[in-house]
Nanobody, 123 residues
Framework: VQLQASGGGLVQAGGSLRLSCAASGRTFGSSAMGWLRQALGKEREFVAAIHRDGVSTVYADSMKGRFTISRDNAENTVYLQMNSLKPEDTAVYYC?????????????????WGQGTEVTVSS
């Protein structure tokens, strides 16, 4: 499977961005998917995840109410809508495929990582 994230950029605090992740491969529809991020000098952290059915989702506490994950299985794409962005959201954002069907916060449950897309939030 190959994953390609896009949609990052520079935005002012309080602004919004929508990230997309295009997936290739036949397993997309049977896999939970997640978004993860890594800020400069920090460890990679969980952002959000979505069940393969597109209904059940989980979020990191700091993203609840601001970020929304969704997916379109017909288009093999997963999205991350980010609103009310803060400077601390600055990071490279990655989409990843989970080895389990339910959305998970555990980074060890993700086996394929795409190329990231950089998000910079200015104050």
């Amino acid at each position: 499977v190959q994953l390609q994230a896009s949609g990052g950029g520079l935005v002012q605090a309080g602004g919004s961005l929508r990230l997309s992740c295009a997936a290739s491969g036949r397993t997309f529809g049977s896999s939970a998917m997640g978004w993860l991020r890594q800020a400069l000098g920090k460890e990679r952290e969980f952002v959000a995840a979505i069940h393969r059915d597109g209904v059940s989702t989980v979020y990191a506490d700091s993203m609840k109410g601001r970020f929304t994950i969704s997916r379109d299985n017909a288009e093999n794409t997963v999205y991350l809508q980010m609103n009310s962005l803060k400077p601390e959201d600055t990071a490279v954002y990655y989409c990843a495929r989970s080895v389990i069907s339910i959305p998970t916060r555990n980074l060890h449950d993700y086996d394929y990582w795409g190329q990231g897309t950089e998000v910079t939030v200015s104050s």
